[in-house]
């Protein structure tokens, strides 16, 4: 495999825009990447499109909407992580030198889609009795507090960091000050959680281009390295499994780290998938950025902030920005190739040479989850 | 939270194969288990994850009382189901399975991560599909002693 690298990145504000198409998002996404790698269409050789509900040929249409047609265009379903994975097709096309310039855009418009909770789809068992994904996350998160004597408070002082990020970052909405009080007392989803535990609604698209090494050295341009991308699913696993650990995070990450030829020792910040605040602590531990049961002291000594010494989600996360489901891990890309560029103003972080993107999303009976992608990008 | 029910005569089970009523109301989930690989699965498998064949596989009884392993109070659900409801997991330690299932005849407060549940029967709390759809059965976990 050759090296590649990211060379542009756009992403719409993610916010909620019933009224918009998602090919109108996907358009603004991909005209902004295009832009910062100052390239055209022309050059582009492949689309990988990442989205779950958009339906049939959405690449396609946001080509078209576009007024560009012809590619090899391919739509990738993989839950939380269509986004990530529409990425990672890009890379590995580059790396395996099938292509010197591939786009991945990532979106989903999920207003007006969902009344109530989003549960797992159709004949799955759990849900059939009662179980929602904020209800998977509540179940783990009393379990993690029962293992490690996290509190109510912990977990909101996750959201309270991430609102707040996302006030420096004009590509999100839900940008706040808010206390932990104000957590504690919205409305309960599903007991611990609260509604500030949980990601809103929105709706967004996000784009990146990605190229070989040739085409840096032809372009110049300011490239970040995409060090690895690893991508596993959910594993049966009968018995008693630690409800406190994730498997899928930490499998990814093992190959991340191997192919990257680094370890979480290494990683100086990460977009990190909070789609809920417990899943923030699951999943840093997951990657072994914290060790397990260190989030309780991470998050209560402000490691996890932006001048802290492991910043997670500077760009304010799922619950600061929302989580249209296919644009997430693009848009995390996006937030990191900013970061390492020097570019992020408000929310910039000192140190961020190599920095970590992590989705990891859906539910499926009798597995820890459906999809889960860990890439590795660093200064090149 | 509802009253404990044993009114199984009156519905059917929401899904086939998963347990066993009797006319008093009791019953038991119904699981394989593969002697070679000792692992027992709920549901029933065509195959062993581990050994990749069915040859070894024998339908089992799940023992009807566990551990709890963890809960929560679900407020905001599905449109078709009526909120507030209980669900959790149930370790049923001699059999080395984990259930998923709602928890009945008690209140949140009553409940503690660790204490000792058991098996029971009753009216599902999801909408019925239809006003003809009597598949309304399901099982749960009421804590022992209730």
């Known amino acids: ?40 269409v022309r050059q582009i050789e492949a689309v990988y499109c990442g989205h779950s509900w958009q339906g049939a040929g959405a690449g396609q249409r946001i ?12 739509n990738i379903e993989n839950i939380c992580a269509s986004g990530s994975t529409a990425f990672r097709e890009a890379y590995y096309n580059v790396a395996t030198e099938r292509a010197e310039i591939c786009m991945a855009i990532g979106v989903e418009k999920m207003s007006g889609k969902f009344r109530g909770a989003i549960a797992p789809e159709g004949e799955d068992l759990e849900a059939a009795l009662g179980m929602t994904f904020p209800g998977i996350y509540a179940l783990r998160a009393r379990r993690y507090m029962h293992e490690y004597g996290l509190t109510s408070e912990d977990l909101a002082k996750i959201s309270v ?17 808010i206390t932990i009080q104000d957590v504690l007392k919205s409305p309960t989803i599903c007991s611990p959680l609260h509604r500030y535990d949980c990601n809103p609604v929105s709706d967004g698209a996000a784009a990146a281009i990605v190229v070989s090494e040739d085409v840096v050295k032809r372009l110049g341009g300011r490239p970040v390295e995409i060090a690895s991308s690893a991508l596993t699913s959910g594993q049966f696993e009968p018995g008693f499994i630690d409800m406190t650990f994730e498997d899928m995070t ?34 840093v531990e997951g990657l072994g950025l914290v060790e397990p049961g260190g989030m309780v002291r991470a998050i209560r000594d402000g490691d996890i902030e932006i001048k802290g010494k492991k910043p997670i989600n500077p760009s ?49 009976t009798g597995t820890e989850g459906a999809a889960c992608v860990v890439t590795i990008l660093r200064a090149s | 939270m509802e009253r404990l029910e044993h009114k199984s005569e009156e519905a059917l089970p929401f899904r086939q194969g998963l347990f066993e009523t009797t006319p008093d109301g009791s019953g038991w989930l119904t699981a394989n288990r593969c002697e070679r690989c000792q692992i027992t699965y709920f549901p029933k498998r065509d195959f062993c994850i581990k050994c990749l064949t069915g040859d070894h596989l024998k339908e089992v009884k799940l023992s009807r009382k566990g551990l709890l392993h963890t809960f929560t109070v679900v407020h905001r659900a599905t449109p078709d189901f009526a909120t507030p409801y209980i669900v959790g997991y149930v370790d049923l330690e001699q059999d080395g ?12 407060d009553d409940l503690k991560i660790g204490m000792e549940m058991e098996l029971v029967f009753g009216p599902s709390h999801k909408k019925p599909d239809s006003p003809e759809d009597k598949s309304r059965l399901i099982y749960k976990f009421k804590p022992v002693g209730r």
Not at chain 1, 63 to 70: H, I, N
Not at chain 1, 164 to 177: D, Q, V
């Open chain 1, 1 to 40: 495999m050759r090296k590649a690298y990211v060379l542009g990145v756009g992403m719409t504000r993610f916010e909620r825009r019933p009224e918009t198409p998602m090919e109108v998002m996907g358009v603004a996404a991909l005209k902004e990447a295009l832009a910062d790698a100052d390239i055209t």
């Open chain 1, 63 to 74: 080509m078209a909407a576009y007024g560009f047609s012809g590619l090899p265009v391919t």
């Open chain 1, 161 to 177: 960091i991430n609102h707040r990020n996302a006030l420096n970052n004009e590509k999100a909405m839900f940008g706040a000050e």
């Open chain 1, 250 to 283: 930490h499998r990814a990450a093992l190959t991340a780290y191997g192919a990257a030829g680094c370890g979480p020792e290494d990683v100086d910040f990460a977009e990190v998938h909070d789609c809920f605040t417990i899943a923030e602590v699951l999943r």
């Open chain 1, 316 to 364: 304010g996360g799922l619950l600061g920005k929302g989580h249209p489901l296919g644009a997430t891990g693009v848009a995390q890309v996006y937030e990191i190739t900013r970061q390492i560029r020097g570019e992020a103003g408000p929310r910039q972080i000192s140190k961020a040479r190599v920095g970590l993107a992590h989705c990891r999303g859906g539910m499926v």
């Open chain 2, 97 to 108: 399975v984990r259930i998923f299932a709602p928890l009945t005849d008690c209140e949140p």
